[in-house]
Structure formats: C-alpha cells, structure tokens
C-alpha cells in the first residue's frame, strides 16, 4: 500500500490535477491511498476547481482519499458566519469568491461549505499524524485542539518532538521549493500559489519521512 499526501494547493487545480496524474503513473496500478493536508482555497486562480477535484476524488473513493481542513478553509466558515470576513478576504479568500462566481461568503455553494465543514483536524495510521498546521509537543497527538492543528508553527517546527508517528503536515511554506524532510515530521507545503512546485510525499508501511517525492510546476 502507497500513501500519497499532498501539500497545500491554494486554488491550484491546474498543478492539482497534474500531481494526481503523475501520482497515478507512479503507482502503476499498486493500492494507494490519499491525504490532502488542507489549504485547497485561496490565494491561487482556481479554488472552485481545486474543491471539486477533491469531492470528486472523495466521493469515488472515501475508503482512500482523505481530505484534511486547513486554516484557510477555516477561515472561509468564520467568514461565511459573518465572523471576521475582512481576515479572510486579506488572505485570499477574494481569489476563492471570484473562483466561485459570488461577492459574499453566504453566497458560496451550500453544498461547497458542508462539504468543508466536515473535513477532520487530523487523520492517522499505523505510521504516521497526517494534519495541517501541527501538533502541541506538551500534549498527545490526538490531544492537540482545533486550533493548534489548524494554525501551529511554533514551537512544533523546531521542537524535534516524537510523536510516537512520523507527522507530516504543510502550512508552512518551506524557503527552497523543496520538501522539510525531518526524522519525527514531514513539510510538504512547498509553496505552490507561490511560484514553487506542488509536492506529494510517498509513504510505505514503513515508519518516517517518504521515501520518494513527486513535485510538479
């Protein structure tokens, strides 16, 4: 079995659906599963495209496709609660309005902001912690809140913490374009929206970091 989780895409459904099919050549017809570590919206051209990618995948194959909330999709359901909109329009959520073809948050999709609402904080197997943002080094994995797993860097980025499982997480967008390839955690936010590559690691059912990595531009 190959798991394959996929960094932040931030409205890129052009580099989504070229990751997916690299993925599916790479995989040459061996089980794999999918983790998508949040942040689908925002920022990029196409965040319509990139969610409907995702339900699409989901809802072929909810036994092996994962998708995780990030702090952008959180951000998108405070907005549409009317709860501090102007934050997540500063940070993207215009290009997710403009994708979707609506000026206000209450105007987006009901099925759109269910879909999001339902996403899980964290995922895990055998191996690994699969989240968005990280996890609170003082606590359990499973302990850490909402808020922790959505919107964490410090001090989880340079505690070097065991969490019992490699945890592989984006959110962070790493300086060179390439993977943070750590002995307890994996980077995969490799700044797609930014001019980087949209990354994929490769996992067995081996523990720690992928044993490969895909990247398209």
């Known amino acids: 079995m190959l798991t394959y989780a996929i960094g ?15 993925i599916e050549d790479h995989r040459a017809g061996r089980p794999r599963r999918l983790v998508f570590l949040g942040d689908a919206i925002d920022r990029g051209p196409d965040s319509a495209g990139a969610v ?3 339900r699409d995948l989901q809802a072929r194959e909810p036994e092996a496709v994962t998708c995780l909330m990030g702090n952008h999709e959180a ?5 549409v609660a009317g709860t501090n909109p102007g934050l997540w329009r500063i940070n993207g959520g215009g290009a997710t309005l ?47 809140d909402r808020e922790t797993r959505l919107w964490m860097r ?11 499982r490699h945890v592989v997480h984006g959110h962070t967008p790493t300086p060179t374009g390439r993977p943070e390839l750590r002995a307890f955690r994996t980077n995969l936010d490799t700044g797609a929206v930014f001019g980087g590559p949209l990354t994929a690691g490769v996992f067995t059912d081996r523990q720690g970091p992928p044993v490969e990595v895909l990247a398209v531009r």
Do not use: C, K, N
């Not at 932040?8 to 690299?22: F, N, S, T």
């Not at 989880?156 to 019992?164: E, V």
């Open 8 to 22: 932040d895409v931030h409205g890129r459904a052009d580099l989504l659906a070229r990751l997916l099919a690299r």
């Open 52 to 54: 409907a990618i995702l």
């Open 75 to 79: 951000m998108l359901l405070d907005a």
């Open 98 to 144: 403009a994708s979707y073809g609506v000026a206000h948050p209450g105007d987006l999709p009901g099925e759109v902001v269910a879909w999001i609402a339902a996403l899980p904080t964290l995922h895990g197997d055998p191996q690994r912690w699969y989240v968005h943002g990280g996890l609170d080094p003082a606590r359990e994995a499973e302990a850490s």
């Open 154 to 164: 410090e001090p989880f980025l340079s505690s070097g913490h065991d969490f019992g």
